[in-house]
């Protein structure tokens, strides 16, 4: 089998109500706004008539497919692991970002090839997985805008079936109100349901996340996630937090691949690892930090949801959550649009079931079946590698 012709669509959808925050970069509350959100939508065709697909990515992982979309044309497409291992030297001067974009269509393709889902490839077991609710950053706007929303959202969350809640604080804060929220939280829900938070490297200094863990130390949280400026990345520094405060840190979200995981991890700057399979090479990338993370008698948390986090969290014993992102008191339905499938697979607020589950997509692949049809309407741009 070999790669005859790559098509990557740009399609563009709305937002409502969200808004990106005026002094930052968080998707926050914002009544009566649409933001435009964009979509990247591959597609792998091949000399048998197999095609793999995967609707998400990001602007920079698209761009990055240019660096290496021509070298994919005529090659086995069920050789992952020499594609990874090629195109992560072809963007070792880069962030690779490219790579898990394509790697996770790779995979749905073995999946159909092979008439299995991408689980059953793997070795997975699971049919259904436990969610947090990741929330989505706090506003000013009347909705995550006070400790007791915050309280209140959390009590929702727990009455729908969440067993974990995940706080995504304010950018413009005091470090009083993250302290109280906490605080807040920790009370509504009582000792019985796991807590995180993740200032989305917001707090202004070390000192404020030495604060802020000390309270997190005082509600029992499950973890503290990128707490400081350093953007996530300074493994003395957070060697140094974890001395200082109780509560495990979840780090590597923001340093890239395999080996920088690794360095983390032994450094000493992290007790949860992240990876993400977009943003870390893809399912094959993923699976090496969560298998070298297990080596370590480390647990791995994987990053937002979605179809490929869900059949590879399916695949992993030392994992915990599903992240449901971004939920909020007043939007069920956060992020790319629930138009891209043609199935009832859906992501958000009350996806879950009665107990916190969701379900692994039983089909080849991926498991989903996307609306093309959708997909190509909101389609603004088309990028093609061809012989």
């Known amino acids: 089998m070999k790669i005859e012709r790559i098509r990557i669509d740009k399609a563009k959808f709305d937002m409502v109500d969200f808004s990106k ?62 594609i990874y291992n090629d195109v992560k030297r072809q963007l070792r001067k880069f962030d690779k970002m490219g790579m898990g974009f394509v790697d996770i269509a790779l995979w749905d393709l073995a999946g159909r090839a092979h008439n299995a889902s991408i689980r059953t490839l793997l070795g997975g077991w699971k049919t259904r997985v436990p969610a947090y ?141 992240r990876a993400d399979a977009e943003y870390d090479g893809g399912i094959t990338g993923a699976v090496k930090i969560a298998h070298a993370t297990e080596a370590l008698g480390l647990d791995v948390e994987l990053h937002t949801p979605g179809p490929a986090q869900r059949q590879l969290m399916a695949s992993l014993r030392n994992t915990n959550y599903y992240e449901m992102s971004f939920v909020h008191p007043k939007s069920s339905e956060i992020g790319r649009s629930q138009l891209i499938y043609a199935d009832d697979y859906r992501d958000g607020l009350t996806a879950i079931d009665s107990e916190g589950y969701v379900p692994v997509p039983e089909g080849v692949g991926l498991g989903v079946e996307y609306d093309w049809d959708a997909i190509e309407a909101h389609t603004v741009d088309t990028v093609e590698f061809t012989k």
Request: with cysteine.
């Open 21 to 82: 925050h005026p002094t930052g970069f968080s998707l926050v509350y914002t009544p009566g706004s649409r933001k435009p959100t964009s979509a990247y939508a591959i597609r792998i065709y091949t000399d048998e008539g197999v095609v793999g697909s995967y609707v998400g990515g990001n602007s920079v992982a698209a761009a990055q497919v240019n660096m290496f979309g021509d070298y994919l044309i005529g090659k086995d497409p069920l050789q992952r692991e020499l």
């Open 133 to 273: 609710a990741s929330t989505a950053a706090g506003d000013r706007n009347g909705g995550l805008d006070s400790p007791e929303a915050y309280a209140d959202f959390a009590v929702a969350c727990k009455e729908l079936g969440y067993r974990a809640y995940k706080l995504h604080v304010w950018d413009v804060y005091e470090v009083s109100e993250v302290v109280r929220t906490i605080a807040k939280v920790r009370e509504a829900v009582g000792p019985d349901m796991d807590l995180m938070l993740d200032p989305g490297c917001k707090l202004e200094t070390f000192a404020h996340a030495v604060q802020v863990g000390r309270a997190c130390d005082e509600a029992n949280f499950l973890w503290l996630e990128d707490p400081y400026k350093d953007t996530g990345i300074s493994i003395f520094g957070h060697k140094r937090l974890r001395e200082l405060i109780r509560t495990p840190l979840l780090q590597t979200e923001h340093v890239r691949g395999l080996e920088q995981h690794m360095d983390f991890a032994i450094g000493g700057g992290t007790d949860f690892l």
